[in-house]
């Protein structure tokens, strides 16, 4: 029961009447809201700045007939790279469903804030490619820019297969980096993402479009309408991370600290 309170002109405190207290599912919300609505709206900012700056780099460029094919993943690693230390700090910066949910089960966000961060994903990568759309010279819908599609050779369960197998890549960078054991070795955290990215993209994406990311996706899918094998996007990255960061935690997760051994210069003359 809330009580409400004032003070005399003598300093003896007098109870002025009593509030009936709100119920306690709703004042758990508001407080769950309170300490975690500023991480969503990071996540939700991440996620738009992500789809929109990386889908840029699938942009045709004037004179230039073919664009190479290691132009848009390195750009996109680099973006990676910006947002990831931009954002870590406030959010974490998992820009990705398949992150999030890899971040649930390692236990590194409850279930409750996990399915926020996945909302405020997809919804970002949504406001992202519209953003694109407004602002770019070029036809997004006709070409299809910035959409993932299986290879023309591949079948759908060749490419549900890529997208499990690189999924699954980058979810045993992203352990290790949380794993314990390497908690004093995360300085340069933005670049490993980064880089990562990068070249999972560079030999992944002539295969299946090296998504790893079903917001990636799903964002381009809604504003083009291309709808074709979008399945793949969810399963194969969601699948892929679960695997990854089940078998992580059971096989190779150390419960406790590694302590790393001494190293003793070589005219030392104390025992090892």
């Known amino acids: 029961m809330a009580v409400s309170i004032r003070t005399d002109c003598v300093g003896k405190i007098k109870v002025v009447e009593e509030l009936k207290s709100r119920p306690a599912l709703e004042i758990s919300w508001c407080s769950w809201w309170c300490r975690n609505w500023r991480a969503i709206l990071g996540e939700l900012v991440a996620t738009t700045l992500l789809i929109f700056l990386c889908c840029m780099t699938c942009i045709p460029i004037d004179g230039v007939p073919l664009i190479t094919p290691m132009y848009s993943p390195i750009g996109s690693g680099l973006i990676v790279l910006f947002i990831a230390q931009s954002f870590g700090h406030i959010s974490g910066a998992f820009m990705n469903p398949s992150v999030t949910l890899l971040a649930v089960i390692w236990g590194k966000i409850s279930l409750p804030l996990g399915i926020a961060y996945a909302i405020a994903e997809c919804l970002g990568a949504t406001i992202g490619y519209g953003m694109l759309m407004v602002l770019s010279p070029s036809d997004l819908i006709a070409g299809g820019i910035c959409t993932t599609q299986p290879h023309a050779g591949h079948t759908v369960y060749q490419a549900l297969g890529v997208e499990v197998v690189f999924t699954a890549a980058l979810g045993f ?100």
């Open 173 to 272: 960078v992203i352990c290790s980096v949380w794993d314990p054991v390497n908690e004093e070795k995360n300085e340069c955290t933005s670049i490993k993402f980064g880089l990562s990215v990068s070249g999972l993209a560079i030999a992944g994406g002539p295969l299946a479009g090296a998504s790893m990311n079903p917001a990636r996706s799903l964002g381009p899918a809604i504003w083009t309408a291309r709808w074709s094998s979008h399945w793949i996007y969810w399963v194969g990255p969601l699948f892929g991370g679960a695997v990854t960061v089940t078998l992580y935690k059971l096989v190779w997760l150390k419960r406790e600290p590694i302590t790393q051994p001494r190293l003793l210069a070589w005219n030392d003359d104390r025992e090892a």
